[in-house]
């Protein structure tokens, strides 16, 4: 554990939830292919794959970036943009949309989460009310993590990460002050960045085993630094 800002008294956590309480890697990469073929062989669009679908992705992106923080409503966009450049009928484009859509959140909740991230939620619920900000589209109902007093996500509430929105909108929620929010996720950028901005402090999960100064997107040291989550138990808030 490393500290690098005074570390002051906080009465809330929260957690970013992909890739820091579980890998997320290997599921969205499943996610996204069962998507593309799910809606290739629905559609009959033979020649779609990884190229048209990334393609038309990344021209949403260009044109919207804003829009594109809610990821799902930018999923069922480029949906969308791909049937209609097909000559899908609107009747037609509506039916596959909503069931490409539930096929890829399905896919999207296969997720393994570690127990030992389990039994640190558990653990810290007893002291702490406990919350999930996230840029992603996962429901942690729905992967069994019931330990959040308050679940945003980015796009859907409020601007995403690293924007200011969801930490205020934590702390508001509370009646705390932004500082005594203590928030820990895996990104320099998404979680540092945007709790530090926010006037959070924030806790770096560091798994690479790299220095922070091999990071070139870092532009804000994070309160504490850690290796594994369950430091997060040595700290008093």
């Not at 009928?89 to 030992?116: D, G, M, N, Y």
């Not at 959070?200 to 085993?209: D, P």
Request: aromatic share 8%; charged share 20%.
């Amino acid at each position: 554990m490393k500290f690098y800002r005074t570390f002051t008294p906080f009465k809330v956590i929260s957690f970013d939830l992909d890739d820091t309480l579980y890998d997320n890697v290997p599921v969205i990469y499943q996610a996204e292919q069962q998507c593309i073929e799910f809606l290739r062989n629905a559609s009959q669009i033979a020649e779609l794959g990884n190229e048209m679908w990334f393609s038309c992705k990344k021209q949403i992106f260009q044109q919207d970036p804003i829009f594109c923080e809610n990821v799902t409503e930018w999923r069922i966009k480029t949906i969308h943009t791909v049937l209609q450049k097909h000559g899908k009928s609107a009747v037609e484009i509506e039916q596959l949309c909503k069931a490409c859509i539930e096929h890829f959140l399905h896919w999207r909740h296969k997720i393994t989460v570690p127990q030992t991230s389990i039994n640190l939620l558990n653990q810290l619920k007893k002291r702490y009310p406990l919350v999930a900000i996230t840029n992603g589209n996962v429901d942690p109902l729905r992967i069994d993590l019931t330990q959040f007093d308050l679940i945003l996500c980015g796009g859907v509430q409020g601007r995403a990460k690293p924007e200011a929105d969801l930490f205020q909108q934590t702390a508001q929620h509370f009646g705390i002050k932004t500082s005594e929010i203590l928030h820990v996720g895996d990104n320099l950028i998404t979680d540092v960045q945007g709790a530090i901005q926010a006037g959070c402090q924030a806790v770096w999960l560091n798994l690479s085993g790299k220095g922070m100064s091999q990071f070139s997107e870092a532009r804000l040291l994070p309160s504490v630094e850690m290796a594994d989550l369950t430091e997060l138990l040595l700290l008093q808030g």
